[in-house]
Structure formats: C-alpha cells, structure tokens
C-alpha cells in the first residue's frame, strides 16, 4: 500500500445523507480533503435488494479509488451493512476502506453489557447485522433492531421538529422492541439530524449513540497510526452526485450544516 497523507478521504453514501458523515469528517479533522459521492440516481438504498446494493457500493468505490483516495469511508448504513466485504476486495491494498458498523460495534463492546436498541432502514436492520456481530461476545448485552423506515423520508422533507416527526417518532421509540433500553444506536446516516429529538424521547435516560460522530473518532485513529494525518489542506473539497437536481444541492446545507455545490459524477463504467 503506498498511500500519501495528502491524499483526499473518499466518502460515499446512497445520497446527500451522508453529508452528517462527511460534516463530523471535516469537523475533526479540518486538513483533510474529502471527496464525497451521493448516489442519489439510486436513492434510497434502504428497501433495494443487496445485490444492487452491492453493485452500487463497488462502483461509488472505484470511482473514489481513481480519485487517489488514501480511505474510502462507506458512510451509508445500508451499504456497511450489505456491501463492506465486496468493497474491501475489489479495493484489496489500493485504500483503507471503513465502514461505519464496525466503529460502533467497537464501542459497544468497550461497555459490553445492557439492552442495545438499534434503529435503521430495512436494508440494515434486515441484515441482522448488529445481533450477528455482538453475538457470542457478551452474555449480557441484549441487541434490540427496529426498521424505522418513514425517518428517512421525514428528514428529508424537513419534517424534523414539529408534530408530524414528534408523532413519528414516539411511534417508533414507544414500541416494545426498544422498551427499557440503555443505549440506542441511530445506526443510518439521517438520523443524526433528530438526535435531540430522541434524546427528549427518552428524557436523556438513554445514551443515544450517534453513528456519524463515532466513525469520524475511529476514522481519525486509523489515520493517526497509519501515519496518513495530513497536516495542511491544499485542494477543495468536492462533492458529487450521480443525479444532480437543485432540490439536493438545496438540502446539503441541512445534512453538512452549510451549502455546497454539488457536481454531475458518473460511476457506469
Ligand atoms: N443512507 C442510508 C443509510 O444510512 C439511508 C437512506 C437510504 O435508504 O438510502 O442506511
């Protein structure tokens, strides 16, 4: 592997909802340069087959590979659930790739015990993805997956802080599965946006843990021991799509907390 810490982080997600991903990259670690693709020709990601899935991921990942990215960052739930394996070995040395289960699966092992709500799209929860990596290392953690697909659209149209999201989500959080839990993992890259919401939920009794905040920390220690950190940023970032309209370059500014322009990027190769 020759990869130079100049070289830009590669993040992709199925859509401009990885920006919250992107955004807690750039916070932490403001020298580096990302690049970021939102397959929003493909959007969502959450109720399509895995074998598509699968396609997308490895696509979106050449295309950050022939950007000279040192990580591709695979910023989408649905996809790190589905598709990590596929990307690592179409990618094998040529980048660092990272998904952002792993990070948190990570922490929750660090504590090892309690009950886990996790909450995602179907794509994710329908992996099993949770319970299948937690399982067998610790007799008391208990992991409790709930598919909430209606935050996705919700978020998307704005609906985040009114009545319409507060009935959606006491909808979701009220159900047995995540009855008396002590953590739950807002395991898509929407959710950030309604964390405080969640956390009025649950009265702050419950730690929620946000996705994308974890996977910049872990992102940041790979780069560390790698010896890959940049020290100083000479090129802009670049954000591209592969179905561009304005309404997604409109809402960037919700996801990555500012507006960017977006660019027409194509992955048929
Ligand atoms: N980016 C997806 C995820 O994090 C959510 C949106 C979609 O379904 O494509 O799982």
């Given amino acids: 592997m020759n990869l130079k810490a100049d070289n830009p982080i590669g993040i992709f997600d199925s ?20 690049i970021y693709f939102g397959d929003t020709a493909h959007l969502p990601y959450g109720d399509k087959a895995s074998y598509s899935i ?22 989408c739930h649905t996809a790190s659930s589905v598709a990590y394996e596929e990307v690592k070995e179409i990618i094998g040395d040529q980048a660092i790739v990272l998904n952002v289960v792993d990070p ?18 179907k794509g994710t929860i329908q992996s099993e993805i949770y319970p299948n990596k937690l399982k067998g290392l610790s007799g008391s953690m208990e992991v409790r997956p709930l598919a909430t697909p209606l935050l996705c659209p919700m978020i998307e149209e704005g609906f985040i802080n009114d009545n319409i999201s507060r009935t959606v989500i006491d909808s979701y959080l009220s159900q047995e599965q995540l009855s008396n839990i002590d ?30 905040e974890v996977v910049a920390i872990h992102l940041k220690k790979v780069l560390e021991e790698r010896g890959l950190l940049n020290p100083k940023r000479n090129e802009e970032h670049h954000f591209f799509v592969s179905d561009y309209t304005q309404a ?3 809402s960037t500014r919700f996801f990555f907390g500012e507006r960017v322009k977006l660019e027409k990027g194509s992955i048929w190769s």
């Avoid at 859509?15 to 990302?34: D, R, S």
């Avoid at 948190?104 to 799209?121: H, P, R, S, Y």
């Avoid at 959710?191 to 939920?201: R, S």
């Fill in 15 to 34: 859509g401009i909802g990885g920006l919250t991903v992107a955004h807690a990259i750039k916070e932490l670690l403001p020298n580096e340069q990302l």
């Fill in 183 to 212: 953590k739950i993992v807002l395991a898509c890259t929407h959710y950030p946006l309604i964390k405080k919401q969640v956390n009025e939920f649950y009265e702050n009794k419950v730690e929620v843990i946000d996705s994308s």
């Fill in 104 to 121: 948190i699966v990570q922490k929750l092992i660090e504590v090892g015990k309690g009950k886990i709500g996790v909450i995602g799209t």
């Fill in 248 to 250: 997604f370059e409109k």
């Fill in 54 to 75: 699968k396609h997308y991921a490895v696509e979106l990942s050449k295309f950050l590979l022939n950007k000279n990215c040192k990580v591709i960052v695979i910023a």
